[in-house]
């Protein structure tokens, strides 16, 4: 049987990495689909994705604050949903509370990132295997010998890539935009300040190339390094960008 794990941001691909690792521990045949390249990049809208879907028995979005500020885990979700039975569909939440889905994703049932939730999800893949599904005494004695692992990677996911607060995230998604709306230099102030430039979308509007940039910048713990370099380019900002990257400070600390 086939799993299609989606996911965006650099949170949710580790956790999605460990949970593929989970998966194919638990039930060997069990195969699982999940990309290496974030689908912000969109290019895995094309006959791949499509081809992928089209034998998927069950798909798990892992969703965290950083991808809930991005367009396409909501563009894969409703993918998921046209390709798969709605029940076989479901949020994996590692940091993000259910009341907080909206669109395509809040119309799946979605399983936080526990203990019990995770062994309820395993559950639920183990039903769709028909043939290929373990007894439910042998299926818990493999969750057991195996969630500790999972959990570990969510455990440092969550302490070593703390979630961006909304209210800050809106507040510079409200001056940067406006102050500087080039996109090549917006790729400049990632490039000084060390961010993964190829972790973001460069081929859309600047407004959106910002969203992205200062989810990457905050999840590498560079936000704070991103905001100096835009502050020492146009010193003219400086007030109204210093109280914010005093705010940012707990992101921009390795």
Not at 179 to 207: C, D, H, S
Request: with cysteine; net charge negative; glycine share 4%.
């Amino acid at each position: 049987m086939k799993v299609f794990l989606s996911w965006s941001g650099t949170k949710a691909r580790l956790v999605a990495a460990a949970m593929k690792v989970f998966l194919q521990d638990v039930n060997q045949r069990t195969i699982v689909w999940f990309s290496d390249s974030d689908i912000a990049a969109g290019e895995r809208w094309g006959l791949q994705l499509a081809t992928e879907l089209e034998d998927t028995h069950y798909g798990i979005i892992c969703v965290t604050q950083e991808s809930l500020q991005n367009p396409w885990p909501l563009f894969e979700a409703g993918a998921l949903a046209k390709s798969v039975t709605g029940s076989r569909v479901c949020p994996y939440l590692i940091d993000v509370r259910a009341d907080q889905l909206s669109g395509p994703l809040a119309q799946f049932q979605a399983k936080r990132a526990t203990k019990a939730e995770t062994w309820e999800l395993l559950q639920a893949v183990n039903v769709v295997m028909d043939s290929d599904n373990l007894p439910e005494v042998r299926l818990q004695r493999y969750f057991d010998t195996f969630w500790p692992g999972l959990e570990r990677t969510i455990s440092e996911v969550n302490i070593e890539r703390q979630a961006l607060p909304p209210e800050i995230a809106a507040e510079l998604m409200q001056i940067l935009p406006s102050r500087f709306y080039k996109v090549q230099e917006l790729e400049m102030f990632a490039l000084e300040t060390g961010v993964p430039i190829w972790e973001v979308n460069l081929n859309q509007a600047a407004l959106y190339v910002w969203r992205e940039l200062i989810q990457v910048a905050a999840s590498e713990k560079k936000l704070g390094d991103l905001l100096d370099r835009v502050i020492d380019r146009a010193p003219a900002y400086a007030a109204s960008l210093s109280d914010l990257r005093e705010r940012v400070r707990p992101w921009s600390q390795s």
